[in-house]
């Protein structure tokens, strides 16, 4: 199925979980904060939270820095 991460259309397995979709992106361990059709997705339903065809992903990394 095609999803739409930060902005770039990138076909995933159906029913991919946002916790595996970290994963194959190298995030996994990371700060990062997820929206998904404009919404929020918790960090605690990463596991539980399935993607679906279409859906638009944007993922932010926290950068440290002083």
Known sequence: MQITVNGTPTEVPEG???ARLIDQ???GGKRVA???NAELVPRS???SHR???GD???II???GGG
Do not use: S, T, W
């Open 16 to 18: 991919l979980h946002m």
């Open 25 to 27: 992106l190298d995030l």
């Open 34 to 36: 997820v929206e998904v």
């Open 45 to 47: 339903l990463f596991d």
């Open 51 to 53: 993607l679906a065809a």
């Open 56 to 58: 638009r992903v944007e």
């Open 61 to 63: 990394q926290a950068v």
